[in-house]
C-alpha cells in the first residue's frame, strides 16, 4: 500500500541564463525508499538534486517535504534551513577534517553549533558516545575510530562522509554518485549501507554506475534533457524502449557504461 509521500516535486522547472536544465519534472518519494535518479550526462540529475535541497531555485513548480513537523513548502527556502527541516545533501567530493581522527569528525558533526575547537575540548556525554558508536558500527569504520580521516581509503572516506550526515538526523539523504571511484568490494558495502540507512530514512542517489542500480534500486527515475522519461521498477525501465533508445542504446557505443 502506498504511503503519503515525504517529498512532492511537482512540475519543477529550472532555468540557467534561460536554458532549462530542468523542465517539469515531477518526483514523489516515499518514506523508506532507495530511489536511483538515472539518466545521460547532461539529463539533469545533479540540478534536481539541488533544487530540492535549496542550492538553486526553481523558476516554476513547487516542492513540498513532509518534515517531522509538518508539511512545508520548501520551493523557497533557504539552502540552510531546508537543511535544518532534514534534507542532508552530499557532494561528489567528500568534505572531512583529513587532520582529525574519524571519531572527532563525527562529534563535529553531531554538534553543528558550536565550534570545531569547542566541541573537540568538550567531554561527551554517554549518550553522545553511544550514537556515536552506532553510527560507526553502521559506517563500518568501528576499527578505524581513531585513524586520521586523511588516511582513511576513498571509498572509507565516503562512509565517513554519509556518517558525519547521518549525525544530523536527516529524513532524506540526496547523494550525488556515492561509488564513483569505488572499488567493487567497496560498491557492494556501500549499497548494504544504502540499505541499511533506509531502515529509517529516505535516500535519492543520482548514479551512472548500472550494474550498482541494477544490484540495489527498487525504484528507480529516469531524466532525460531536464524531463522525466519514466519511472518505475529497474525491469519496467530496462523494456521501456524510449529508455532504451535516449539512455540504454547509448550504452553500447564509446561512453558504455557497465
Ligand atoms: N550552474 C549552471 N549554469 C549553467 N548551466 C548549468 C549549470 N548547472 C548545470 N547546467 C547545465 O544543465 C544541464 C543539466 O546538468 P546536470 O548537471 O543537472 O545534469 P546531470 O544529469 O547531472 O549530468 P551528469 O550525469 O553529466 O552529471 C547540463 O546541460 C548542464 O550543462
Known amino acids: 500500500m502506498s ?7 511537482e512540475e519543477v522547472t529550472v532555468a540557467f541564463d534561460g536554458f532549462k536544465a ?3 519534472m515531477s518526483l514523489s518519494l516515499e518514506p523508506g525508499e532507495l530511489r536511483f535518479l538515472i539518466g545521460p550526462n547532461g539529463a539533469g540529475k545533479t540540478t534536481m538534486l539541488d533544487v530540492i535541497c535549496g542550492k538553486v531555485k526553481p523558476v516554476a513548480g513547487s ?6 513537523t509538518g508539511v512545508v513548502d520548501i520551493t523557497k527556502r533557504k539552502e540552510h534551513k531546508i537543511a535544518e527541516l532534514g534534507i542532508g545533501r552530499k557532494f561528489q567530493t567528500p568534505s572531512i577534517f583529513a587532520g582529525l581522527s574519524v571519531m572527532e569528525n563525527l562529534e563535529i558533526a553531531m554538534s553543528q553549533n558550536r565550534s570545531v575547537w569547542a566541541t573537540l575540548r568538550a567531554s561527551l556525554t554517554s549518550r553522545e558516545r553511544a550514537r556515536i558508536d552506532e553510527e560507526l558500527a553502521l559506517i563500518g569504520l568501528g576499527d578505524e575510530r581513531h585513524a586520521r580521516a586523511g588516511l582513511l581509503s576513498h571509498g572509507q572516506k565516503q562512509w565517513l562522509e554519509i556518517g558525519m550526515m547521518l549525525m544530523q538526523e536527516p529524513e532524506i539523504l540526496l547523494l550525488d554518485e556515492p561509488v564513483a571511484g569505488m572499488t567493487d568490494r567497496e560498491t557492494d558495502k556501500t549499497g548494504e549501507l544504502l540499505r541499511e540507512i533506509v531502515k529509517r530514512r529516505t535516500v535519492v542517489v543520482v548514479e551512472h554506475d548500472m550494474e550498482f542500480v541494477r544490484n540495489f534500486a527498487s525504484k528507480v527515475t529516469v531524466m532525460h534533457e531536464g524531463k522525466l522519461l519514466k519511472d518505475g521498477t529497474m525491469d519496467e525501465v530496462q523494456s521501456d524502449d524510449r529508455v532504451a533508445e535516449v539512455y540504454l542504446g547509448k550504452r553500447r557505443d564509446a561512453h558504455a557504461v557497465g
Not at 504511503?3 to 516535486?9: D, E, G, R
Not at 516542492?63 to 517531522?68: A, E, L
Open 63 to 68: 516542492i513540498s517535504f513532509r518534515s517531522r
Open 22 to 24: 530542468v523542465q517539469g
Open 3 to 9: 504511503q503519503a509521500p515525504i517529498l512532492s516535486c
